[in-house]
Every structure is written in structure tokens, then in C-alpha cells.
């Protein structure tokens, strides 16, 4: 795993025009079953990827707390909301609210992570690769694809399968 993050960098970097300028086609010109293509290229992706033997998301960026990723959490702890921003979450130049810092502070040394009943929706949606109406995220995907292997793979093997 450790290989492949080495080179995810490179390789997203590498491929990152032709990504670019292949989801510019896709606004233009959606297939009308993306969102069913997607989801089969998605979970397909992830019966064979183990999310706990990378990790590299958590690693790496964190995400965005909600509201309600706020309330849900802090009453997991036990917490006021307020005190679980105080000693978690700041507050970014968008105006949300992120961790302090990375790598995230749930994640454990086996890469488990220590809140996961309970984590923020970014996380449980990470990569975001079976979204619904997937064209409008597009520059999310090519931000994921450098931070994601399974994310990487499904835009390679979306370009195979939705040629434009």
C-alpha cells in the first residue's frame, strides 16, 4: 500500500489535464445512467480495497464538520457542542469547521477509526465517488483522486467504461 501511496501522487499529477479536461466533456455531455455507472464502478472498487490498510484520507486532509456531525459527536463524548469545538475543531477561511489538525485526531495506529459510528458525513461519504448527480462534483474528484487509490481507480476505469 504504502508503493502505491508513494506513486498516487505522481500518477494523479500525471493524469490530472486529461482528467480535467475529460469531466469539462462530461458537463457538457452526461450519460443519462451516470449515476447507475458510477455506483457499479464504486462498488465494484471497494469489494476489493481495504480502506484500513491506507488510510491515506485520514492521513491526510480532514474533513467538514456539520451542525449535526457537531451535536452527534459531542454527545457521543458527552460533551457540550461547544466544548468538542474548542478542543477538536477550528474554524477555516470558508467559515467551516475543521480539525485542528491532521492527521485526525480519531484515527488510531491501525488505522481505525475511533469514532466511526459516529463520524461526520464527509467521511462516511469519502470519496464521494457514488454520489448522486456525480458531474457536479468534479473538482472534488480530482482532488480525491491524488488523496484516494480506490478513487483514482474508478475514474480510470470510468474514462474505459464512458469514453467521450
Same mark, same amino acid.
Given at each position: 500500500m504504502k508503493q502505491i501511496l508513494n506513486n498516487l501522487n505522481k500518477l494523479a499529477k500525471d493524469k490530472h489535464n486529461e482528467n480535467k479536461k475529460y469531466f469539462d466533456k462530461l458537463k457538457k455531455k452526461q450519460p443519462k445512467n451516470l449515476d447507475y455507472i458510477m455506483q457499479d464502478l464504486h462498488d465494484a472498487e471497494f469489494k476489493k480495497t481495504d480502506c484500513l490498510k491506507?488510510?491515506?484520507?485520514?492521513?491526510?486532509?480532514?474533513?467538514?464538520?456539520?451542525?449535526?456531525?457537531?451535536? /452527534? &459527536?459531542?454527545?457521543?463524548?458527552?460533551?457540550?457542542? =461547544?466544548?468538542?469545538?474548542?478542543?477538536? $475543531? /477550528? &474554524?477555516?477561511?470558508?467559515?467551516?469547521?475543521?480539525? =485542528?489538525?491532521?492527521?485526525?485526531?480519531? $484515527?488510531?495506529?491501525?488505522?481505525?477509526?475511533?469514532?466511526?459510528?459516529?463520524r461526520p458525513k464527509a467521511c462516511r461519504e469519502f470519496p464521494h465517488t457514488d454520489r448522486k448527480k456525480f458531474h457536479q462534483i468534479s473538482n472534488l474528484t480530482l482532488k480525491n483522486v491524488a488523496i484516494c487509490p480506490a478513487a483514482y481507480n474508478i475514474v480510470e476505469e470510468m474514462k474505459k467504461k464512458l469514453p467521450l
Open positions: 491506507c488510510a491515506n484520507c485520514c492521513k491526510t486532509t480532514g474533513p467538514l464538520f456539520t451542525l449535526a456531525d457537531i451535536e /452527534r &459527536i459531542s454527545k457521543h463524548f458527552r460533551q457540550k457542542p =461547544q466544548q468538542f469545538i474548542d478542543q477538536y $475543531l /477550528r &474554524i477555516d477561511e470558508d467559515k467551516d469547521y475543521v480539525l =485542528q489538525s491532521v492527521p485526525c485526531t480519531f $484515527l488510531d495506529n491501525e488505522n481505525y477509526c475511533m469514532i466511526y459510528e459516529v
